[in-house]
T-cell receptor
Framework: KAGVTQTPRYLIKTRGQQVTLSCSPISGHRSVSWYQQTPGQGLQFLFEYFSETQRNKGNFPGRFSGRQFSNSRSEMNVSTLELGDSALYLC???????????FGPGTRLLVL | AQRVTQPEKLLSVFKGAPVELKCNYSYSGSPELFWYVQYSRQRLQLLLRHISRESIKGFTADLNKGETSFHLKKPFAQEEDSAMYYCALRAAGNKLTFGGGTRVLVKP
């Protein structure tokens, strides 16, 4: 089975712009979670989706949003980018809630 | 709220020596605890979870609810164990709360 894939792998944006990141889960997996990884804050939970419904949300401003499609693919959007949004954004998928999560390679976002 | 603490940012050991990575957590309920590992230029992957009580790549971890700890141990470190290790807690749903990570460097 192919692993979790994330596109794009690298992205450079400027302050004020908005960005959309995509995550394709492992085939058959219905749960997708997103995490932000930075040197200062480490790995922080953004949100979790199951069957197109957001089940849980981390402590991030409303500029961060996401959604899940009927084929379980997920996107996250960050509007009005700030320098501090520069990070590695990781997606993880699992068969269902409370199952083992498998991580993608991440999208590295640089905001200038 | 849950919290995971890994007190050591860097652990340097010689090949063949024992290695122990500390993990302490705070959570009022019954959490699930995990260790994830990230080798150089690879994605984050699950090493082990406390409910399976299995040994992976020679690593073991025991959940001590009294001390709220989930330390990771290996009796004889190998060079290929050099990596970043993260302890994580899952309280509800799929949300993982991660510790800050410990970089392990195994010297020849």
């Amino acid at each position: 089975k192919a692993g979790v894939t994330q596109t794009p792998r690298y992205l450079i944006k400027t302050r004020g712009q908005q960005v959309t990141l995509s995550c394709s889960p492992i085939s058959g997996h219905r749960s997708v979670s997103w995490y932000q990884q930075t040197p200062g804050q480490g790995l922080q939970f953004l949100f979790e989706y199951f069957s197109e419904t957001q089940r849980n949300k981390g402590n991030f401003p409303g500029r961060f949003s996401g959604r899940q499609f009927s084929n379980s693919r997920s996107e996250m959007n960050v509007s009005t980018l700030e320098l501090g949004d520069s990070a590695l954004y990781l997606c993880a998928s699992s068969l269902a809630v409370q199952e083992t999560q498998y991580f993608g390679p991440g999208t590295r976002l640089l905001v200038l | 709220a849950q919290r995971v603490t890994q007190p050591e940012k860097l652990l340097s050991v010689f090949k063949g020596a024992p290695v122990e990575l500390k993990c302490n957590y705070s959570y009022s309920g019954s959490p699930e605890l995990f260790w994830y590992v990230q080798y150089s230029r690879q994605r984050l992957q699950l090493l082990l979870r406390h409910i399976s009580r299995e040994s992976i790549k020679g690593f073991t971890a025991d959940l001590n609810k009294g001390e709220t700890s989930f330390h990771l141990k290996k009796p004889f470190a190998q060079e290929e164990d050099s990596a970043m290790y993260y302890c994580a807690l899952r309280a509800a749903g799929n949300k993982l709360t991660f510790g800050g990570g410990t970089r392990v460097l195994v010297k020849p």
